[in-house]
């Protein structure tokens, strides 16, 4: 069954610890995105990755970090940095058949709260 | 640079009303529009996008939306609302337009509620 996983579905941290929130897709697409997602403020573009190996800040990126080591697999790394974590994530990825066929499909989101 | 303006965070209509979603664009050049769904602790679900075939797009789950450059608007509408359709609306436009696009810029989110 193909799609996005994101796991784990809630996830509590203790303020300065780093935290890794899981993505990976079996659907065979090149693109995958990391979305930060806060009440009334839709969603803001954390980072995102067109190839394996390559990936590129987004909108908010300070206090994040990512690797794209597989092709399947995008994980993100909350750090002590990020001052206000607390959020619901999303990640999505990217069918890349053209500008006209090119859908972003998401994941179910992992909830991070910050005690 | 493109960027998307929904009017209403929330909406709020009896079951078998008329929904309208509002969500307007500015783009500077042709744009690729998307409307998503989202449920209570859930991913984003895709309802419809414009690609510049059709103006009129249809979607799922009985949604449709029309596209109109000179108001450079994209409202999201469905005849008959169901308890079912009470949700999160997201729309979103390419950061490339009708480029390959590499992201997403979504719209602050329109809280549909449905009452019986």
């Known amino acids: 069954d193909g799609g996005i996983t994101q796991s784990p579905k809630y996830l509590f941290r203790k303020e300065g610890q780093n935290v890794t929130l899981s993505c990976e897709q079996n659907l065979n697409h090149d693109a995958m995105y990391w979305y930060r997602q806060d009440p009334g403020q839709g969603l803001r573009l954390i980072y995102y990755s067109q190839i394996v190996n390559d990936f590129q800040k987004g909108d908010i990126a300070e206090g994040y970090s990512v690797s794209r080591e597989k092709k399947e697999s995008f994980p993100l790394t909350v750090t002590s940095a990020q001052k206000n974590p607390t959020a619901f994530y999303l990640c999505?990825?990217?069918?890349?058949?053209?500008?006209?066929?090119?859908?972003?499909?998401f994941g179910p989101g992992t909830r991070l709260t910050v005690l | 640079a493109q960027s998307v303006t929904q009017l209403g965070s929330h909406v709020s209509v009896s079951e078998g009303a008329l929904v309208l979603l509002r969500c307007n664009y500015s783009?500077?050049?042709?744009?690729?529009l998307f409307w998503y769904v989202q449920y209570p602790n859930q991913g984003l679900q895709l309802l419809l996008k414009?690609?510049?075939?059709?103006?009129l797009v249809k979607g799922i789950n009985g949604f449709e939306a029309e596209f109109k450059k000179s108001e450079t608007s994209f409202h999201l509408t469905k005849p008959s609302a169901h308890m079912s359709d009470a949700a999160e609306y997201f729309c979103?436009?390419?950061?490339?337009?009708?480029?390959?696009?590499?992201?997403?810029?979504f719209g602050k989110g329109t809280t549909l509620s449905v009452s019986s």
């Open positions: 999505a990825s990217r069918t890349s058949g053209g500008p006209v066929t090119d859908t972003q499909y």
């Open positions: 414009y690609t510049s075939a059709a103006t």
């Open positions: 979103a436009v390419s950061d490339r337009g009708n480029q390959a696009g590499t992201a997403l810029i």
């Open positions: 783009s500077s050049v042709p744009p690729y």
